[in-house]
Antibody
Framework: QVQLVQSGTDARKPGASVRVSCKAS????????VSWVRQAPGQGLVWMGW????????KYAQEFQGRVTLTTETPTTTVYMELSGLRSDDTAMYFC??????????WGQGTLVTVSS | DIQMTQSPSTLSASVGDRVTITCRAS??????LAWYQQKPGKAPNLIIY???SLESGVPSRFSGSGSGTEFTLTISSLQPEDFATYYC?????????FGQGIKVEIK
């Protein structure tokens, strides 16, 4: 069965960077893109970016451009999301998900990133 | 960016009610629209894609319709497990964008 398993809760100080991993299994890794979405406490869903494990192409939301980097590691079927220049308003749950032509059909369990001094 | 607007912001309903949620796009997105259900503390689940296609395993009481700029999600007979927050999302063009979400609450 399709699974996306993310790394655990992380706490960082303002100005630091965080890297969240997302290990995919149960499907052909290079056949589907992976998107990342975040959700601040009590708020809605915000799409951050997209990566194609097939060729490494990326798309980023303007809001995160320059601060977010998505990478893939095909041998381990893992996708990484790195967010730099962390601020308190980056405190959120971060989800990776399988992007099936834009419909987000399988979601990771989420990784809580807390930014606080 | 394409803006997605959902209405109403909150919806109170009873078990057995027919519930309709609306999502409007700021420009035409054809049928490139998905609906998600999110329960507290959980990741969202895809329930409808391509505006009206039911995701595998989703009960048939859920249906979607619309094209262009106006879309609806209908739950034909609300069940206790359907009380949740519902989001629409367009995938006509990057960046993918979500509506603000509608919480379906127990009346």
């Amino acid at each position: 069965q399709v699974q996306l398993v993310q790394s655990g809760t992380d706490a960082r100080k303002p100005g630091a960077s965080v890297r969240v991993s997302c290990k995919a299994s149960g499907y052909t890794f290079t056949s589907f893109a992976v998107s990342w979405v975040r959700q601040a406490p009590g708020q809605g869903l915000v799409w951050m970016g997209w990566i194609s494990p097939y060729n490494g192409d990326t798309k980023y939301a303007q809001e995160f451009q320059g601060r977010v980097t998505l990478t893939t590691e095909t041998p381990t079927t893992t996708v990484y999301m790195e967010l730099s220049g962390l601020r308190s308003d980056d405190t959120a749950m971060y989800f990776c998900l399988r992007d099936n032509g834009g419909a987000l059909d399988y979601w990771g369990q989420g990784t809580l990133v807390t930014v606080s001094s | 960016d394409i803006q997605m607007t959902q209405s109403p912001s909150t919806l109170s309903a009873s078990v057995g009610d027919r519930v309709t949620i609306t999502c409007r796009a700021s420009e035409s997105i054809s049928i490139w629209l998905a609906w998600y259900q999110q329960k507290p503390g959980k990741a969202p689940n895809l329930i409808i894609y391509k505006a009206s296609s039911l995701e595998s395993g989703v009960p048939s009481r859920f249906s979607g319709s619309g094209s262009g700029t106006e879309f609806t999600l209908t739950i034909s007979s609300l069940q206790p497990e359907d009380f949740a927050t519902y989001y629409c999302q367009q995938y006509k063009s990057f960046p993918w964008t979500f509506g603000q979400g509608i919480k379906v609450e127990i009346k």
